[in-house]
């Protein structure tokens, strides 16, 4: 087979000899498959598992984020998150846009791990074999995912200026912050930590900060949090649907290399799935009557998000136990446990995300620090003889620091979302109008997610009554069949 002409250059070979072509090619699938969860995955999952009246400002929200967090990811956040350290948790910000450095070699500058001797290397710095813009994007997604779940919490009232405003300095003020100290080379990175793929990086992060943010933004009305029916259960089922296949790249992709942890991952994180959300629709069965479709989605959820701190590092039984845990604990805390407690009942948590994520986060980034198989962690982790409690021969160390780790990130979401909320709520009011949250998407976007029914009619606040639409009727085309 003959090579094109000018398919290699001097100065920028088209396959470098550090490239491999299978690491990048599973590494730019996976990245993909991690967008879909976002963008359509979350955004249709959102717009139907609302009211109606909520369904394009949901959807917005979404696809908002994904967009702001791409454009603060290559200006500055990517290498606040993987870059060279400022801090012990938090990077030297720059750009990630050169030619050079993103067709360069992908490389994380402070993960070289030494011995307690400071001189000696006990693990070399983290070198993919593949660009550097495959490691940017791949890592965008998270971050995208991340403020998507986040917004999950305080869907059906925050005011969407508020929200534009939010994104950006969450991403740089709060996301970051994890991803270096415990992916990037941090102090947590360094001390044996693990989060294998973003339990607590995001889905203990996303359910704090949204908790964190749905007190400070305020309920719902009144109306709404008594009866707030998805407007399309098969859509919902849809955008599950895609969350779960996504998940593969999500986990997947995690090892940055097409190796042996990586399809282990994969099945680990299917079998955590299956396992919780048959656990949690037979609690349904069991203590409603009924199984329930929505009930089925948050065990599927919670039971991804619980396998994803752990996934490459636990065996496959491993990922049973966390399953069957995932399903009921989480369920238990929502079902049971928030309907007794006054304080969790007065913060609106619209899609309760901190009990599908930040509970399930930790659940995982706790079992982890009991399951972790010692040979798998060889192969992914930068502390050599790593191993959960089970394990014997000083795990139990490993589950300390799972704890200390997790504390750690609660208590910077907490105060960093807290921060950025009451600066924005001086120049921009968090939730909308009594007025706006009446009527919805029409008031705040003039848009609606169905005219199926009423053909564009709106709502006049005034009369409460239905008008028809203020601007010029549209051209109907009016189709007719000879029989």
């Not at 967090?69 to 998150?81: D, E, H, N, S």
């Not at 933004?217 to 779960?244: C, I, Q, T, Y």
């Not at 564009?456 to 009554?465: L, N």
Request: proline share 6%.
């Amino acid at each position: 087979m003959s090579i094109p002409a000018g398919a290699y250059q001097a100065d920028l070979p088209a396959v470098p000899p550090w490239l491999n072509k299978g690491d990048n090619a599973w590494q730019m699938t996976a990245a993909t498959l991690v967008g879909l969860q976002s963008m359509p995955g979350l955004v249709i999952l959102y717009a139907s598992i609302v009211k109606k009246k909520w369904a394009v400002n949901s959807a917005f929200m979404a696809l908002y984020a994904f967009a702001a967090v791409l454009i603060c990811w290559v200006l500055v956040g990517y290498r606040i998150a993987f870059g060279d350290k400022l801090l012990p948790f938090w990077a030297k910000g720059a750009p990630a846009l050169g030619q050079k450095y993103l067709t360069g070699r992908a490389r994380m500058p402070e993960t070289t791990h030494y011995y307690s001797d400071g001189t000696t290397i006990e693990s070399p710095m983290h070198e993919p074999f593949y660009p550097m813009a495959a490691h940017v994007y791949f890592h965008f997604t998270f971050a995208a995912i991340t403020m998507i779940l986040l917004a999950g919490s305080v869907l059906a009232r925050m005011n969407i200026k508020a929200w534009m405003a939010f994104v950006p300095l969450w991403l740089i003020f709060c996301y970051t912050v994890g991803a270096f100290s415990l992916w990037g080379g941090g102090f947590l990175y360094h001390w044996g930590v693990i989060d294998y793929s973003g339990g607590y990086v995001i889905h203990l992060s996303a359910g704090i900060s949204g908790f964190t943010a749905a007190y400070w933004v305020g309920p719902r009305l009144k109306s709404d949090r008594e009866r707030f029916p998805p407007n399309n259960v098969l859509l919902m089922l849809a955008g599950a649907g895609l969350l779960w296949m996504g998940w593969s790249g999500f986990n997947g992709g995690a090892p940055n290399a097409a190796n042996v942890a990586a399809p282990l991952a994969v099945l680990n994180t299917n079998i955590s799935a299956a396992t919780s959300l048959l656990v949690w629709t037979t609690l349904d069965v069991f203590y409603f009557g009924k199984p329930s479709v929505i009930g089925a989605i948050q065990g599927m959820m919670t039971g991804l998000a619980c396998v994803t701190p752990g996934a490459g590092v636990v065996q496959a039984w491993a990922a049973i136990v966390m399953g069957i845990l995932a399903g009921s604990i989480p369920w238990y805390s929502m079902m049971i446990l928030h309907k007794k407690s006054t304080f969790l009942q007065q913060v609106d948590d619209t899609l309760a995300v901190f009990h599908t994520h930040a509970v399930a986060g930790l659940l995982g980034g706790l079992l982890t620090g009991l399951l972790a198989e010692p040979s798998l962690c060889n192969i992914v982790l930068p502390v050599t003889n790593t191993k959960g409690a089970f394990y014997g021969g000083g795990g139990g160390i490993l589950f300390l620091k799972q704890i200390v780790a997790a504390l750690f990130i609660i208590g910077w979401n907490i105060v960093a979302t807290t921060l950025i909320l009451l600066a924005i709520r001086l120049v921009i009011p968090l939730r909308m109008s009594d007025e706006q949250l009446k009527i919805g998407d029409d008031a705040v976007h003039g848009e609606e997610a169905y005219a199926l029914w009423g053909d564009g009619e709106k709502y006049d606040p005034e009369r409460h009554g239905w008008q028809g639409p203020t601007s010029p009727p549209q051209t109907t085309t009016v189709l007719t069949f000879d029989l």
